[in-house]
């Protein structure tokens, strides 16, 4: 989604579901790529990789400089659960499915949900849902903070995102990509590390910055401000 500053992204299903899951048959061909190798060190390292690019794939939307919100309905299952829990905002249909599924199928999850949903909704939440792989739906989401917000159905689930996407590109850009690389950075350090990472991200940004000059003279004239592109 483009605006006059900058782009802002939303991430749906287009069909009955959000995510199904993981493609088995891709992955057993990778089982079977295993089996039949020559030499098992290698095609053990082979796989090593390929699980790499999946969990590769999935940061991506973490790397993302720009905020990125996941909108989901029917079911998201899986990797779907990897996927969402690198996006930065979550919204849902009510009866949306969750369903950290891998344990079902004999896998320990490994593209991301293991590393990512415990800080989301905390630790003991995580492990029910991950070692059970019960279901809940949209309303249980919310309750869990999983998604911060629910809708009756996916055409006002859909207007929900794009209302939310097209709010986040009237900010100011530097703010948005400062605001989620410090997030990002507090979560994986302490407190004082994080406190230490801002001040010297504001120590280069701020002063000088075009964005803060035009938001001082918004409110001053009582003006939304305009922001340039980064």
Known sequence: MKSPHHVQIVIHGDG???????DLD?????FQDLASAACEGRARLAFASFVKVLQDAMTAFERCRWPIVAAVHGACVGAGIDLITACDIR???EDARFCVKEVDLGITADMGTLARLPGIVGDGMARDLALTARTISGTDAKSIHLVSRTFLSL??????AEGLARSLATKSPLALVGTKKMLL???DHSVREGLDAVAVWNAAM???SKDLQDVLVARATGKAPQFSKL
């Not at 891709?26 to 990778?30: A, C, E, P, T």
């Not at 055409?155 to 929900?160: D, F, K, N, T, V």
């Open 16 to 22: 009955r579901n959000f995510c199904a899951g993981i």
């Open 26 to 30: 891709s992955l057993g061909v990778q």
């Open 91 to 93: 919204l849902a249909t």
């Open 155 to 160: 055409e006002a689930l859909l207007q929900g």
């Open 185 to 187: 950075y507090q979560r």
């Open 206 to 208: 701020l002063p000088g």
